[in-house]
């Protein structure tokens, strides 16, 4: 590691592996790919500043070439697996101070981990992005109205992006008094017409902006009051689609006393389903049958969830349920390309197993005292986590006398288990985490404001 500079190999040049090396290759990261593809590795040559290698992640040999004795970090990130697996093992003994993330789809290796050994649970981190996926989901049923919700601090403060409508509070209201409106949150960042504010005082909030607020967890329930979101409860569910991700919401809801379905065309499914679910009622059929959504009473539904294996399949539900008068759709897509033109069609929320893996990678392998790093909106801009250094110029001042970076701004202090929603006169102190929000091109000087050394341990 020179200069703060961290070498990062990542296996696979899949959706996952080419937009987390894009990440990281952003940020001056020293990234290499590996891949058995050479058409993958062509699409990487040709698009992202990274050396690229043609082979397997489980070929010593080529571990040796990517240069694995003197890396940092390895991301397993290919489709298969045993190859992440093998490739997380095999690392261990040719650098033992390599940190290993690894992407695991079958929930049964995560099950019962000490089938495989020591070496197995001594993977740093393993990503399952169906239970990422899950969570998001559940997280979304939480807060209605959000089409946005990102967890900091084990949860303990909330990231909930909305669109504000016409009668929200927030519709032409200056920055300046927002803060009036309510001291519980604080606006990180605005979104309209595909441009990412970051809002100063002199900002205004119009209708149609989608806004991430920052909240803490105890103060979620005023989001619907202030902000004049959906506030009924969560009574009817419907998912299409009874794969992996289906059923592990199924399972979820089948003790919540939520009224939930799932529709899934395949019978023997359905059937094995139904052996294990005790309240979640299964209907054997096809989610885009018109007249089966209404006979199950769509336009009482508070959120249709569509998550076939078919991302066509699951938007054309969507948009179906939507006519019908469902009030909320999410909607499960896979090519990240798709996301940032659903709301332009009318898609409420998107989720994305890939988009959760990329996520879930970048927030576990985070350097130093940086502790997770959240993309929002095409990745224009960030939020932040990161610890406060005693060498920072950051402490120790009013907020309002820090010379904070135009296009930055803190969203939250965290200090020992208070969080603060800070206002000008708020003083930020050593070892603090705090969120904060930053467009992309403004990072590196918020970073030198914090003194963050980019040193892993």
Same mark, same amino acid.
């Given at each position: 590691?020179?200069?703060? &500079?961290?070498?990062?190999?990542? +296996?696979?040049?899949?959706?996952?592996?080419?937009?987390?090396?894009?990440?990281?290759?952003? =940020?001056?990261?020293?990234?290499?790919?590996?891949?058995?593809?050479?058409?993958?590795? %062509?699409?990487?040559?040709?698009?992202?500043?990274?050396?690229?290698? @043609?082979?397997?992640?489980?070929?010593?040999?080529?571990?040796?070439?990517?240069?694995?004795?003197?890396?940092?970090?390895?991301?397993?990130?290919?489709?298969?697996?045993?190859? *992440?697996?093998?490739?997380?093992?095999?690392?261990?003994?040719?650098?033992?101070?390599?940190?290993?993330?690894?992407?695991?789809? *079958?929930?049964?290796?995560?099950?019962?981990?000490?089938?495989?050994?020591?070496?197995?649970?001594?993977?740093?981190?393993?990503? *399952?992005?169906?239970?990422?996926?899950?969570?998001?989901?559940?997280?979304?049923?939480?807060?209605?109205?959000?089409?946005?919700?990102?967890?900091?601090?084990?949860?303990?403060?909330?990231?909930?992006?909305?669109?504000?409508?016409?009668?929200?509070?927030?519709?032409?209201?200056?920055?300046?008094?927002?803060?009036?409106? !309510?001291?519980?949150? +604080?606006?990180?960042?605005?979104?309209?017409?595909?441009?990412?504010?970051?809002?100063?005082?002199?900002?205004?909030?119009?209708?149609?902006?989608?806004?991430?607020?920052?909240?803490?967890?105890?103060?979620?329930?005023?989001?619907?009051?202030? +902000?004049?979101?959906?506030?009924?409860?969560?009574?009817?569910?419907?998912?299409?689609?009874?794969?992996?991700?289906?059923?592990?919401?199924?399972?979820?809801?089948?003790?919540?006393?939520? #009224?939930?379905?799932?529709?899934?065309?395949?019978?023997?499914?359905?059937?094995?389903? !139904?052996?294990?679910?005790?309240?979640?009622?299964?209907?054997?059929?096809?989610?885009?049958?018109?007249?089966?959504?209404?006979?199950?009473? $769509?336009?009482?539904?508070?959120?249709?969830?569509?998550?076939?294996?078919?991302?066509?399949?699951?938007?054309?539900?969507?948009?179906?349920? %939507?006519?019908?008068?469902?009030?909320?759709?999410?909607?499960?897509?896979?090519?990240?390309?798709?996301?940032?033109?659903?709301?332009?069609?009318?898609?409420?929320? $998107?989720?994305?197993?890939?988009?959760?893996?990329?996520?879930?990678?970048?927030?576990?392998?985070?350097?130093?005292?940086?502790?997770?790093?959240?993309?929002?909106?095409?990745?224009?801009?960030?939020?932040?986590?990161?610890?406060?250094? =005693?060498?920072?110029?950051?402490?120790?001042?009013?907020?309002?006398? &820090?010379?904070?970076? %135009?296009?930055? @701004?803190?969203?939250?202090?965290?200090?020992?288990?208070? &969080?603060?929603?800070?206002?000008?006169?708020?003083?930020?102190?050593?070892?603090?985490?705090?969120? +904060?929000?930053?467009?992309?091109?403004?990072?590196?000087?918020?970073?030198?404001?914090? #003194?963050?050394?980019?040193?892993?341990?």
């Amino acid at each position: 590691m020179e200069d703060g &500079v961290v070498k990062i190999i990542i +296996l696979g040049a899949g959706e996952v592996g080419f937009h987390t090396a894009q990440k990281l290759s952003q =940020e001056g990261q020293d990234v290499v790919l590996v891949d058995h593809d050479p058409e993958q590795i %062509k699409r990487v040559a040709d698009n992202l500043d990274v050396q690229v290698f @043609l082979g397997s992640g489980t070929s010593p040999r080529i571990l040796r070439d990517a240069g694995i004795e003197n890396a940092d970090l390895l991301v397993a990130a290919t489709n298969s697996d045993e190859v *992440n697996i093998i490739a997380c093992l095999l690392a261990k003994n040719l650098n033992r101070l390599l940190f290993r993330v690894a992407r695991v789809r *079958n929930e049964e290796y995560l099950l019962d981990k000490n089938l495989l050994g020591d070496d197995f649970i001594d993977i740093d981190h393993m990503i *399952n992005p169906q239970s990422e996926m899950v969570r998001n989901i559940q997280s979304l049923m939480e807060i209605p109205g959000a089409s946005e919700v990102i967890d900091f601090a084990e949860g303990r403060v909330k990231l909930i992006g909305f669109t504000v409508v016409e009668n929200s509070p927030l519709a032409g209201m200056p920055m300046i008094s927002v803060g009036e409106l !309510s001291q519980k949150m +604080l606006i990180g960042a605005i979104v309209r017409q595909n441009q990412v504010i970051i809002p100063g005082g002199k900002d205004t909030v119009f209708a149609g902006d989608m806004v991430y607020v920052v909240i803490r967890r105890e103060d979620l329930g005023e989001i619907p009051r202030l +902000l004049h979101l959906d506030a009924g409860v969560l009574r009817r569910v419907i998912i299409i689609g009874a794969g992996q991700t289906g059923i592990s919401l199924a399972r979820l809801l089948d003790h919540s006393g939520i #009224t939930a379905r799932i529709i899934e065309k395949d019978t023997q499914k359905c059937i094995q389903l !139904s052996e294990e679910l005790n309240h979640v009622i299964v209907i054997n059929g096809d989610g885009a049958d018109r007249d089966l959504l209404q006979e199950e009473n $769509v336009k009482d539904v508070d959120f249709l969830v569509a998550l076939t294996g078919d991302e066509e399949s699951n938007i054309l539900i969507s948009l179906l349920a %939507k006519g019908l008068g469902a009030k909320k759709t999410i909607t499960r897509v896979s090519k990240m390309s798709y996301i940032p033109l659903m709301s332009a069609i009318g898609i409420d929320t $998107v989720v994305s197993p890939r988009l959760s893996a990329v996520r879930a990678i970048l927030q576990h392998i985070r350097p130093g005292k940086i502790i997770s790093v959240v993309p929002l909106k095409g990745e224009r801009a960030e939020a932040i986590e990161a610890e406060a250094l =005693e060498t920072s110029e950051i402490v120790n001042t009013p907020l309002s006398k &820090v010379k904070i970076p %135009k296009g930055a @701004l803190v969203g939250a202090i965290l200090r020992g288990e208070e &969080v603060i929603i800070p206002r000008g006169d708020s003083v930020i102190k050593p070892k603090d985490r705090l969120v +904060l929000f930053a467009l992309q091109k403004v990072v590196p000087k918020l970073e030198k404001l914090l #003194t963050v050394k980019l040193e892993y341990f």
